[in-house]
Nanobody
Framework: QLQLVESGGGLVQPGGSLRLSCTTS????????IGWFRQAPGKEREGVSC????????NYADSMKGRFTISRDFAKNTVYLQMSSLKPEDTAVYYC????????????????WGQGTQVTVSS
């Protein structure tokens, strides 16, 4: 069973940066597209970004374009989400999820999920 683990969340001031990591042990992430999602209290889970299994295709939600960058390091079996120019509205629990090959912004098509990491943007 593929088990994903997120890390890197925390408290940051508006305008600051964080880098989230998504990794697993025992299973290679190579065959999977990895998506990042977030969920704020009282809101639905929304897609943030995704990278295809090859790493050659990335996509971002409109509000994250230019601020967030997704990347994957096959040697380290890790996918990163670099977040910059953070805003209070970015506060949420961030999850990574895996599905075979292709990206999607629909959380219901992802089979494997991590437990999430809290990101709080506040002064």
């Amino acid at each position: 069973q593929l088990q994903l683990v997120e890390s890197g969340g925390g408290l940051v001031q508006p305008g600051g940066s964080l880098r989230l990591s998504c990794t697993t042990s025992g299973f290679p992430l190579g065959p999977y597209a990895i998506g990042w999602f977030r969920q704020a209290p009282g809101k639905e889970r929304e897609g943030v970004s995704c990278v295809s299994s090859s790493g050659g295709i990335t996509n971002y939600a409109d509000s994250m374009k230019g601020r967030f960058t997704i990347s994957r390091d096959f040697a380290k079996n890790t996918v990163y989400l670099q977040m910059s120019s953070l805003k209070p509205e970015d506060t949420a629990v961030y999850y990574c999820a895996a599905r075979v090959m292709w990206c999607s912004n629909r959380p219901d098509v992802y089979k494997h999920w991590g437990q999430g990491t809290q990101v709080t943007v506040s002064s």
